[in-house]
Structures are given as C-alpha cells and as structure tokens.
C-alpha cells in the first residue's frame, strides 16, 4: 500500500515529470508476447479476498488486464473499467450487445462462399470519463505522484470502488473516490459516483464529465485472436443538451444502426459551483468548477443511459435516453446500489460456489460467477459474445463456447439467460438456412463466429468447417429443456433448432458401403487440426443431435408437419444416429481424435522452445495440422460431453495418451482437463487444471485477459467443481454424481437448480452431502446408487479413486506451466 | 470475308454512329461465365490454316481471347494482341519478364506463415498504340464502318498481320495495313510497320504514334483466376525525347524496379509532312500529319526498345534503349524480319508436330509449339509464366506447371531454354531456403507461385501445401540433365536443386512404426482435394526426387561435402525413398488418390447443374475436398509421370476408375487423360482429350483464354502426341514408345532431341516409323523391342490395343463437353 511511481507520459501543456516520477513503475518485468511462465499475479493486486478482486497501484504493463478485470456489465450494457479520468487506457470500451459495425474481407485468394463481410464490436460514446484538473494541473496517474490508488470489484455489491489519492507536481495533494455501476434492473442505465476533496488546503477544482464518441481506436496487430481497428464508425445525427443532461445520437455507417447516448449529473457542492455545458457532435462536456476545502468534498453523480435499434428513428431513441435518465435520477445512486445489492444476494444464494483450502481459486471462482452474471443477465434477445462485454477481443463475437460452457453453467443457475442466449441463436436461423443452402447443405448452418448471424470467420478451414458448432447448440437447447422443463421453448425455438441442425448433418454425413455414417472433411474442436474424416467429438456430438430431434419431431408431430419432417426423415436421422461412425485404433487401444490422427506422427515437443507457445503464432498451420499435438481438448471434450460413449477403462487410457500432446494453447482446455482428469482419477492433475481455469484472467496465464475475459473459461471454472470435483452429469434425466477431493481441498459446496429444485452439493474429506435448499425432493445418483434427497441432508462416503501414475506431458507444457511466474 | 457491322461505341466528339453501325455484331449469342458448350470458334476465325492463325472481322465478345492469341513475345518481353489504334480492348498489355509490383495480401484472418505480400505482372509503358485520324475522324472499329478486317498469326515468320478497310460515317474510305514482330534476336526490340492508303480519293491523314504508361487497368472481379488490379504503380522518373525519338523511364512503387521504354520511326512519306513530338510524364506521342493520294501510301515503321533493372540507374537504362533503338533503326524492318523467319524455321525443323486427318489439330499444335517458343526462347534468368507473356492471368505467376509440362516439351527442342527456367528457379534458391526455416522444414520449399521467388499463394490449403512443386522442380531437372548431358548443370544449379528439395521431402515426411515412409497434409495435383495423407503422385514424385538427389550426392561427392551432405543423409533419402507409401484400395482394386479418398462419398454429378461448372466456382472449399470429384488429373498424373510403379492392368483399373469422377475443371487435365488413356488403350479418348488439350485456347474451352493462354495445355497438346499417341517415355535412359494411332489420323510425325541427336518419329496406319534426322545413332525401344537407329528409316509395326468399352463419365463432363458451341 506504499506510494507508487507514476510512469512517465510526454509532457504536455508545459507540465513536466516530477523527478521521481520518471522512473518506470513495472521493475524491469517485461512481457514476452506469447510467451509462457512470466505472467502471473503482478504487484498490484492484493492478496485475494473472499468476495472481492483488490488492486492497489497502477501497473502500467498490465493496464489492459485490469480494465477487463473491473469491467462491469449487464449482459446489455458494457463498461469496460477504464480509469475515471479516461487515460492512461489500453482499449476504451462501451459496449451495447448486438450493436455492431461490418466491414468487408479482403482474402489473398478468394474462394466460393467464403463470407463477406466482418462484423465488429463498436466502441458506443463513452461515458465513462470524468476528468479532473486541481489548480490547473490535471489529475493523471502518469504524473505527479499517486500515494494510494486502490479499485476493488465488490462481487455482492455489483459495484466497483476507487481511491486516489494524489499529489500535483506543485504539491497541491486530493483525494479521489469514485464508484461506478452498471444496473441490472435499469438495462440501459449506469452510474458513477465521483468524489473529489483536497487534502491540505483549500484547492480550485474543475471536473469535466464527459460523454465521448469515435475515440481513438488501436489494432491488435498480427494477433489472429484481437480485435480489428476500423476507423471512426460513428455519424453523428443529432446532438442536444440543456441544464446538466446531453444527449447524442449517431449511426454506423454501414449497417447503419442508430444509438442515442446520454448523459445528467446531481451535484452535491459545499459551496457555489460554476457549471457549464458544450455539446458537439461526437461530444458533450458538463464541466463544474469549484473551490473545496478539506474536510468537506465536491460530489458529482453521473448517470448514463444508452439505447439503440436497427428501426428506430434517433428521437425516438433519444426519447429513451431522456427517459432512462429521468428514471434513473428518480431512484438516484442509493436506490439502484440497493436494488443491485438485492439482485446480487438472489444470484449468489442460487450460485455460489464455496471452496476451502486456496483462498486465490476461492476468490477466482467467485469472480467467474460475477462476470458469468454479468454477461448474461439481461442480454434479452442477444449473444453472449466469448468475452462477454468486457473487451473487443475477437471482435465481440459469440462462438460455440457460449453454448459448450457457459449455458451449461447458466443452465443450472440463470435459466432464463439460457433462454435468450438459445433464443438469439434461434433468432439467426434465417442467416443460418441461407448460409446453408449458399453451401449446398440442408437445414441450417450455424456460424463459427458472428454478432448478428453472419458467418464472419475469415478462414474456413477453423470456421466454417468446425460445424460441431451446430451440435453444440442442439445440445444446449436440449439441457436447458431437460433442466427446465421448459416446454413452450422446446415446441417452438427448441424445436426449429434441433430440427434444423439435424437436418445440417444428415446432409454432411453419408452412409458408406456397409451402412457406417461418416462425417468427412470437418474441424473438430481442436483447432491445431483441421478438415479431418470422422472427428469422435464431432461424430458423437451429432448423433445425439440426431437422436434429439428425432425425439421432439416425434413428441412434436404438428411442429414436424409443420416444417415437413416426415416418417422417413426422422428415420433417417435415427439410422445415421445408429450407424454413426467412431474410430477406434486398435493399436494403440485408444480413440483417435480423428480417423487418420493417431498415424501422424507426434510433434516434437523436445525440440519446441518455451517462447514458441503458442505455436500457432510461431508454426504454420500447415505443420500443425499433420501431426499428433492437441490445442485443446477435443477427444477428451469428447470423454465429458459424451461420456456415454466410452467405458472408464477406455476413458483413463484416452485421457492419459491426450495428455501427452495437448498444450493448452487455449483457455478451452484446462476445464475440460480437470473434469476428466477427476473422473478417471488423477486428482492431481484435476486440481492442477482447475486452478488453471479459475486463475486463467486474473493471471493473465494467456498473456491476453486486455482483450477481455474469456467468458468459456471463468464458466469452465465453474464446471471444473461442478463436473470435475462434483463428477456431475445429466445425461440421462437423473443427475448423477461421482465426488472426488484433491487434497488441497478441504471443502467444496455448490449448487444446481433442477426443475425448480435447488440442491446443494457439499464435499467435505471423506463424504459428499446432498441436501434441497428450495423446492420438490429430487432423485439423484451417487457413484451409481439412486436415492431421494429432500430438506435433509444425505451422506454418503466419496467413491474409492485408483491410483494412478501421472501420464507424461509435452516438456514444458504440463499442469502448472502456465502459472505466475516464480518471480 | 463480307463487312461486318461495328458494335456501337459511346458517340464521342459529337460522332454518331452510322445507322447499321448500330446493330450489335455477336448476333445474341451471349457467353454465360464459367458455363460450358457455349464457347467455340467464334465466327470470326478463319478454317484452320496450317501454318497462321487467321481472324477476320471483329468479335467484340472475344476481343480478349483475341488478345491473347494474337500476342507476340520472345520470353523476355511481350505484347499483347491489342489492336494498333489501342482501342477497343480488354486488357492492354506490354510484358517485360520479371518487371512486377508487389502489394500487401490482406486476409479475413491471418495465420502465421501465410504470404505476406502478393506480386503482380506490370503493364510497361504501352508503345503498341498508333492511333489515325482521317479527315479529323478517329479510325475506330467501333465506329463508321469496318468494310474489311483481318489479322493473321503468321506462325513461320513471327509476324502479326493487319489489314483493316475501314469507311467513316461521311464517307471516307482508307486502308490500313500493319505488320508487328516482337524480335527474338533483338531481345529487348519489337516493331510496327504501319501503312495507311486512301482508296477513293486524297484524304488529310494524322497518325499519332503513343507510348504511354499506367493505363487504365481493370479487375477480374470474383475469379480467382483472374489478376489483381492494384492501380497506377510507375512512377515517372524521366521524360526524354527529340525528333523522332522519346524514352520515357518510370520506377514501381513498392518494388522499386526501373524500367526505361523508348521508341523511334522511319516514315516513308509520298508527300510533306508535319512532324511533332510532345513528351510528358507518362505519354510520349509522335504525330505525322499529312495529305494522302490513293495508291501511294503513307508508311509508318516504329521501333521499341525496353529495359529494366532493380539495380542500375534510370540513366543508364535510358542509354541501353537509345543503344537498342539505334541498332534497330541500323537493322531495319526487312533485317529484323528476315532474321526473325530463319531463327523460326530453325526451331520448325527441330520442333514441327505434323498431323494429319485434323486441320484444326495440326494448326492448334503449331500454335501451341509458336507460343511456346514464344514464351521460352530469351528468357535468361527469368521464369516462364502460366500464361507465358500473353497475358495477366494468375498475375502473371509462374506455378509447378511450367516444370510438369513445359519444360518436358521444350527438353526435347529447346534444351537452353529450359537451362534457363531451371536456372530461374535455382536462383530463387535463398527465398526458398528462407520460406522453409519459416515453416520449420529442412532446405527449401519452392513457392507455389510467384515471380521473383517469394510465396505469392494467398490461400495456403492450395499454396504452400502443394509441396510437390519441388519433386516438379526435381524431375525436371533430371530429365534435363538426362536428355542434354549438361553436367556442368547437373555439378551446380542442378545439384543444389535435387539436395535442398530432398532435404524438404526428408524432413516433410517420416517413418511411422512400422518404417513406411509418409508424407502427411499435402495437396497433391487435383486442388479440388487438400491436406490429404499420402497423396500417390506427391509420394511417387518425391520418391523420384530423393532417388535423384541420392544418385548425384554419390556422384558428385565435392559438391555433397560443400553443402554438408554426408552418407548419413544419403542414405536416409535412400531409405525413405526404399519405404514410400503408396496407398492401394484392396477392396475397389485401384490406387487412391490419397490414403482416405476412396472412402469419401463420391460427388453428386447427376445432381449438378451444367451451369455449375468449373466447381470452384459454385461450390465451397469444404464440399469440394471431401468427396470424390477430381478437378484435374492427379492419380493420372501419377500413372503418367510414374508410370514404372505401376502395372498395366492397374493403369487401366485406375484410369478407368478416375474417369468417372474427374471434371477438367483445370485445363492441365485433358493432355494428362489423353496420354493415359492412349497408353491403356482408350483410343477414343485419347484423340477426344488431345483435341480438347489442342482447342483450349483457339476454342476458349475454359473461357478465359482473355487473360492469357494456357501455356501448359498448349505444352500438353504436344505431350498428347509425343507422350500419347508415340508413347514416349524417357524414364531409364532408354527412349521408349508404344504407339498408338487413333481413327481419325492419318499420319504423325514428331521429333526429339536427345543428346544432341534428332529422332523423327512418324505413325502412319499400322505402322511406326524411326530415323535420325541429324546426329549420332540412337538406341530406342518399340513396345519392348530395343534396337539402334541411324539416317535410315526403322519401320516398326503399331503394338496391339486392347478393344475396351468406354469407361463412365461424370454426367455432361465427358471428352468434348467441352468443345465449341453447337451453334
């Protein structure tokens, strides 16, 4: 809690460095760009707290990360946790899900249906930022001298908290404390409560609230994962203002979709203040000067409100903003902090996952769920894009891990976010059954990545091919069904989804010779192979597509008649469900990831140096793809989602031989190790790979949390203890359970709402215990016994683990590698 | 040979066009893109000639393909067949051989090792233009009435002719009669005699004889066959010019290469005239004004001179093209034609392909052996592009084609023009070299397609991964060696080409558990396949390849220690070579085209609509590669090139079995099925694909033939007959035949140079018959027979042909689908 240095910016306005002040703050610790083993918890965060993330400083090297770390959301609205005073910054970031920018693709070589257009996040008008200027030097963390900067993200409160306190190069010191929201209840609302007091004398101050549009965007450069810098996308279309309010209206240019943003301020003076207000067009400007005396500070409340549309005029929508304002001064700061706390307390009484024994994957788990909340609750018609609303990493798109991760967390815990994301995706089914006939393909194909329904990868190979997206979905829906017994949505949305993707892979698939349903020439979710015959995660994911929506065309016959199914059609799909092909190598006695994978030949791991991870930035694909070396799991995805399919004996020899040639060059992969890992008995390594997943942002251990969070894998966080830990499955209507306790774990509860029924699950050494929280008795299974749990708790003894000899992994890529660095 | 109709044209100048000017000239026939059966002989072509191709009339609709035909070239520079007056046309274009500007290659999303930057043919300064104006009208064919217009190939004497009689829209009549010869001694001259004549009456005539720089380019648009327009990229440097003399010298822009083009003239004038000279930046233009009387002709003679350089400076070039224009002005029209026809009847006796019972055959293989010696003959250090220089298709790339099928014609009758092309390659050694370090391969990866040797391919599936351009590269520089003895190549360039791609295939492949050798993720010839395992002709090519670099790694043990060769590697090479794996379908009984491709689904061709085709063009990536459908001959390639790891029942199984499923969508298929399909027995076939091989362009099968020719389908007509119908194989030392004459021929007669010895092989029915020509005797082999052949005729009878039936085709694809429209 010492007083930092502030690192040195240019000098600007004639102000110059203090002498101290020049010497940059990060000690000499450079971050190689990909590099492994040198990330880690910096300097600047605290120990970590129960149900709090504390930074205190600032680390000008990690300031990307701490921006993704504190941002704040509602699934609606998105702020990124840039400072007040709007820079130093690395991304600015406000963002409304859905609203969006195109641009068209350019290739070196051109081919059929490759798409078109990009689509990409857009930074809306900013009005995050606050400035301030003490006798007329401004306030900034890169001069002067910063005694004490502190943020803390309140996980129950939804709130995050700033303390500045800061001395001017003249000698002038104050103290800033701000608080900044992002409601839950009021979607289209945010607040921020600023607070400025001089610390020594009395001291003139100016504060400059600010709502700002087209700020300077930045390229992620060669990084295939970033963002892409397009330019100024905002017109302006009307800008108004009056007393403390402004509000302004602009539209993209190419999809032309129109925002209204505002912004109206209470001010709490000690004395008398001079306000005034500019409007321009890509700016508005309430500026309030005062004299402060110690003791007694200036307060400023800043609400903001956003609303956008692809149909509606800008009055209309600049009515809403007014609107939203008036109800958000209505119930003022202290009503929407009290309303969120409320909201809060909700969540984590159904959510909360409690773990004893490592305070830092505690902390992690809570904030996975805080942010899991955040980019769900209120996306009402919209995607959860794979790093929620907390950066523009790969261009704010939603992928297939909305549908692999996340909903199978928000399933059990947020149905209803469950529903709107499966509703968004349902929503694109016109997008979907377009793209699938532009590809000669039957029903619909879901995109690899997209805002609006688009297919927007611009490499098939990785994109259009990986398909199982599709599945991925039908599987999704068909959770979310079975958990909720929501059948409205399966008769309608569900049905359209599960139909329409089976379609897809009737079309794809193909009865060889003997009969064998083959899926030839896709990507698997492993993404260091690419195009391959008969991918096992693929296969089995697409039977039970098959299998389901067979299921509802039968239960559903007018919905089937509706969309033409018929008798023989569903025949079909339950015959290529049947037949469907799954590799094996009896060889080697495992599954092949994919029908030729395990006759290449292995990646030579010895000779890969620790700075050539991740190898897709430093090998070609084309080297990638012809040998044996895993980016994520895949075969072992496999194992978990269609555990089913395999015997314990098959799954403990499929998961040691993966171990030896997956690196973990995605946040995909770590949860899905340690769910396995858990399962066929190598608690070790499932702890490793928990804390993996759970610390992945915090840490930074991709070296690219500035981006934003990767929303998979907080979810695969949570999934790690659910499914991992818990040995949590619902396959078959009956939730199943197979406990295991890593050593360093004293304690674990969490717990899953079914049917409207909330039970909680709680590992302690020895004993797992189940008990109903809220609703009906339900009937579950532990390690293959079914009884009735209801308001008493059951125990029962965890099941017996073999013992197991850790399997080999790639040198310098096994559990662990990629934690802090020992520095 | 009656007047055609001009289309009309925009009125310009206040110019109408006459009344029945206004009738568009194509007659409604309409050419849909990529459809088939419509293309053919437009009306515009003469019957067949035997030695010149003969336009008369002009068919805007196929002004492009005319261009193309009608170019003139030497291999290092070249001028497209625009018409004199510049206008109308398709593409205008002058060809300097490696003169190209390079942009960036953008791409939806980037991956490590993709081609950063693309490179591109550039049009230089265009000096082809003469431009008339009668009685202050603009002769125009799209204008007034064009009473007469021919052009003519003149194949023996390596001279375009024009003949134009053209009457404005008030009445004037003149004739326009032009020659146009690129020299292939004066390697950097091309001249133009023009003449103009009044026919009724004396008429005011002013020519403006241009060269002028960065004309309008235009777009192929979505074809990605198509070149690239990047714009205006000569910059001026400087402008000269006195009398009748002007050099204009320009740098490109990111290349930074140097270009200075000049021109002078000869006028033979009845009268006075009035001379003048205007000289700018990018245009210099001489302009001749003077009155005319019928039967005296004014006469024009212009001479060009180019030359570039990426190191010497402006000045220096603009001495070279004053040095240049002067000998030409010395030598004269009549000494450079004269010239010019003894060095072509010097390449007709060593080259003429005679064939009788086909006039349109036996001209289209005289236009091709023109072109191709065209294209070849002065290259020097330069390589010889797809479209050779008639055009800028695939941006004027040189690609695996010019090894596979160009150089196997011109081995046999231009042997030092294929020492260059290798000596092109050679020199591209350090790219290569470099390309593989980045793609962590050993030695080098030769590029896929490019101009100055860096990887241009911007689609890496079909690009980098088309790894057998080297075992391409390899085997032609064996066959070369071979044929001419050149050891002193074979010592140096040669040596350093068969090591450094063996090393590649060393290192590209690997022993799997048993000890076979496999070479995993390649695309193989057929790009409607990739990343495939083991594809057979990549196999059986790079076996060749590894056998070769073995054998003069033994041979030259100098060289071998110099590039650090030692028994070690030899003997891996000889290893890997020994343990190949070529892939067999035991149950179909035929070879796969690689490891898995017979057991995907085959395409749906009953399905697919005629206006489908070429497949790319309709169809995804992702359909294309896992089914079976073959764009081209690859497997059949195998059988051809590698005919010694095949049995004859197993060619026939095989051949038959890809007939079936092969759509030629690629014009290097049909000389490739013809060739085989002669050896197995399908004569039918055989003259079917060789006609078609020989039509591609006359007949604009492919309908592109507007940006450039096809220079290995032209190269692959010859092979149809040499390799085909002669059945010649040059594999073990040994020339060897099996002929085979279908119905239609009457007689073939070819000839070889091998080792300084020209073999005359001629086919008449039931018998073939040997003689050498000029040189020593010859050892040769008739089907098995080996016997010695001196000046006297060897008389052999034709070996046996089996009596097949007719293997199955795809539905509409089949030998001459392809062909002319039936209209």
Redesign the interface.
Same mark, same amino acid.
């Given at each position: 809690m010492s007083a930092t240095r502030a690192q040195p910016g240019p000098p600007e306005d004639g102000a110059k460095p203090s002498g101290e002040g020049a010497r940059p703050q990060r000690g000499g610790r450079e971050e190689p760009a990909g590099g492994m083993g040198t990330a880690g918890r910096s300097d600047t965060l605290e120990p970590p707290e129960p149900w709090c993330l504390r930074e205190t400083g600032v680390d000008r090297a990690r300031l990307g990360r701490a921006e993704s770390l504190f941002a704040l959301s509602n699934g609606h609205l998105g702020l990124r946790g840039n400072l007040d005073e709007g820079e130093p910054r690395v991304v600015s970031g406000t963002y409304l899900n859905g609203f969006y920018e195109s641009y068209p693709?350019?290739?070196?070589?051109?081919? &059929?249906? &490759? $798409?078109e257009d990009?689509q990409t996040v857009v930074n809306a008008p900013d009005g995050k930022i606050i400035r301030l200027v003490v006798e007329n030097e401004p306030v900034d963390v890169e001069r002067g001298t910063v005694e004490h900067h502190e943020r803390e993200l309140d996980l129950r409160a939804g709130v995050l908290r700033r303390q500045l306190r800061w001395r001017s190069a003249y000698g002038h010191r104050i103290e800033v404390r701000t608080k900044r929201m992002v409601s839950f209840l009021q979607r289209s609302v945010a607040a921020i409560q600023y607070e400025v007091e001089a610390l020594d004398e009395p001291l003139w101050v100016t504060l400059q609230s600010i709502l700002v549009a087209n700020q300077d965007e930045r390229s992620g450069g060669?990084d295939?994962r970033s963002a892409r810098a397009i330019g100024d996308v905002l017109d302006p279309r009307l800008a108004v203002g009056g007393d403390r309010r402004a509000v302004l209206c602009h539209a993209t240019k190419r999809t032309q979709l129109s925002v209204a943003s505002g912004m109206d301020h209470v001010l709490d003076a000690p004395g008398d203040c001079r306000v005034s207000l500019d409007v321009e067009d890509d700016l508005a400007r309430v500026t309030v000067s005062t004299r402060i005396e110690p003791g007694t500070p200036l307060r400023l409340t800043k609400f903001l409100a956003y609303h956008w549309s692809s149909r509606q005029t800008v009055e209309w929508l600049r009515d809403q903003v007014d609107a939203s304002l008036e109800a958000a001064l209505a119930e003022g700061w202290d009503g929407l902090a009290d309303r969120q706390k409320r909201f809060l307390d909700d969540w984590w009484e159904r959510a909360d996952v409690e773990l004893d024994g490592d305070p830092a994957v505690q902390q992690a788990l809570r904030f996975a769920l805080f942010h899991l909340i955040q980019a769900g609750a209120r996306i009402e018609g919209r995607a959860i894009a794979a790093k929620g609303q907390t950066g523009t990493g790969y261009d704010g798109h939603a992928f297939w891990d909305t549908e692999a991760y996340v909903l199978p967390v928000l399933t059990y815990l947020e149905p209803r976010a469950v529903r709107d994301a499966l509703e968004w995706r349902w929503s694109t089914l016109p997008q979907a059954r377009e793209r699938a006939a532009?590809?000669?393909?039957p029903g619909a194909s879901l995109p690899w990545r997209t805002i609006h329904g688009e297919e927007c990868?611009?490499?098939?190979? /990785?994109?259009? /091919?990986a398909l199982h997206v599709n599945a991925d979905v039908a599987d999704a829906v068909r959770r979310y069904v079975h958990v909720t017994g929501d059948e409205e949505f399966e008769r309608h949305q569900g049905f359209d989804l599960l139909v329409e993707t089976a379609r897809l892979w009737a079309g794809v698939g193909?009865f060889?010779?003997v009969g064998t349903f083959?899926i030839?020439? +896709?990507t698997g979710p492993d993404e260091y192979s $690419?195009?391959v015959?008969n991918n096992v995660f693929t296969n089995l994911m697409a039977k039970a597509n098959l299998v389901a929506a067979a299921e509802v065309a039968r239960k559903h016959a007018d919905r089937a008649a509706e969309l033409g199914v018929d008798e023989d059609e569903i025949a079909t799909w339950e015959r290529a469900a049947q037949a469907m092909y799954v590799p094996y190598d009896d $060889?080697l006695l495992v599954h092949p990831q994919d029908?030729?994978f395990t +006759? =290449?030949?292995v990646w030579d791991f010895a000779a890969t140096p620790a700075e050539h991870y991740p190898l897709?930035? =430093? !090998?070609? !694909? &084309?080297?990638l793809?012809?040998?044996q070396v895993v980016k994520q799991a895949d075969l072992v995805l496999a194992l978990w989602f269609r555990g089913e399919a395999f015997t314990d004996e098959e799954k403990r020899r499929d998961f040691e031989y993966y171990e030896a040639i997956t690196v973990r060059d995605s946040s995909l992969s770590a949860c899905a190790q340690a769910v396995v890992a858990a399962e066929v008995g190598h608690l070790d390594l499932a702890w490793a790979y928990l804390r993996e997943a759970a610390l992945t942002d915090i840490d930074d251990l991709h070296h690219n949390a500035q981006g934003g969070l990767h929303m998979a894998s907080l979810a695969g966080a949570v999934l790690s203890v659910t499914n991992g830990l818990g040995g949590f499955r619902d396959g078959d209507g009956i939730p199943r359970f197979r406990p295991r306790l890593p050593d360093p774990v004293r304690r674990v509860a969490f717990r899953l709402t079914i049917r409207g029924t909330r039970l909680r699950v709680e590992l302690v050494p020895g004993e797992a215990r189940y008990v109903v929280e809220d609703g009906e008795p339900l009937t579950i299974e532990h390690d293959g016994e079914r009884f009735e749990v209801g308001a008493d708790v059951v125990a029962r003894p965890l099941p017996e683990v073999p013992d197991l000899d850790p399997p080999p992994f790639p040198a310098g890529r096994g559990p662990g590698c990629l934690g802090p660095a020992a520095d």
């Open positions: 693709l350019d290739y070196g070589e051109r081919g &059929f249906g &490759f $798409a990009g060669e295939p532009q590809l000669d393909l990868s611009g490499y098939w190979p /990785a994109g259009l /091919a193909w060889d010779r083959r030839n020439g +896709v $690419a195009l015959d $060889a029908q030729d +006759v =290449h030949d897709l930035l =430093h !090998y070609p !694909y &084309f080297q793809y012809r040998r």
